[in-house]
């Protein structure tokens, strides 16, 4: 019986797992932020090693009984980077064959029925990467937000708010409840109040407002509406450009929906899919319904030649649920 791990590195959390080449999951761990952009390599290691021993307690097994490994990681987002991340997780001491991607990758090997496609993140930030079907061309968008005129997840969506709200003030634009309802959010006077004190830094908005945005749109206001199919526009304008670089346009492929700003629904994603459909009319747009852990223990398979297999991936998730149950109840 050969073992194999797979490990999802997150600007929050860091989870782990290791199962077995039926796809039963032996053994989970949980950790803190694995994204180097924060918390250092250090910091990635840290947390890497105490989700790695948990697992392997949980499961009974040694490190050097693993056969492939499978590392999704947030903030691997340049080829140069490559050999600092590798040079970190050989600090484990791990023997198993090595696949080490973007965080992006496992959720879409994850959701598509295939292992291959586009996926599309939009949680906090967003981002957007494709894989050809044998694995060895990616597409990609540089996954810098604003900075590089990628959008939307929720910032990006905030922010935009906030200059729609400035539009009815100015009256460059209509008048919308997203006014009301950040005045309430924020506890501001009026709107002159909101706007001097966010462009003062008194007023602070975050990610974290998004759902309440999404909720003014599906309300009815027809200026925040607009807002979330712009969002969904500009998130198939993403997935556009990979299917470009990887000349996907007549084939029939998933695109996975990853993250939390796709709980908008058909506001956000039917304008999104007909974005796509006009580049890819047989694109499939799948919601990604399970951890995207699941999708680095399959790559980890495949480093040790095991090809994907949707029975695999089935048992993964069914088998994660019940081991993950004593740390879902902390």
Sequence with gaps: MRYFLGADLGGTKTHLVVADEGGTVLGFGESGPANHQSVGFEGMFYSLDAALNQALSAAGLHKEQLSGAGFGIAGYDWPSQLAQMSETIDR????ARKGIFNDTIPGLVAGAEEGWGVVVVSGTGCNCRGWDRVHRREGRVTGYGDMMGEAAGATELVHRAMQLVSFEWTQRGPATALSRVLLEQLKARNLEDLLEGYTEGRYTIAADLAPTILAVAQQGDTVAQGLVAWAGQELGEMAN????????????????????????????????????????????????????????VLIGMEQDGLRLDSMVRKTLAETLDAVRQPFDSH
């Design 92 to 95: 484990l001491g791990l023997r």
């Design 241 to 296: 450009a990979v299917i470009r670089q990887l000349g996907f346009e007549s084939l029939a492929f998933d695109v996975v929906l990853s993250g939390s700003l796709f709980e908008g629904g058909r506001l956000l994603i039917d304008p999104m899919r007909e974005t796509i459909l006009m580049v890819a009319a047989e694109a499939r747009l799948v919601r990604l319904t399970v951890p995207p852990v699941i999708g680095a």
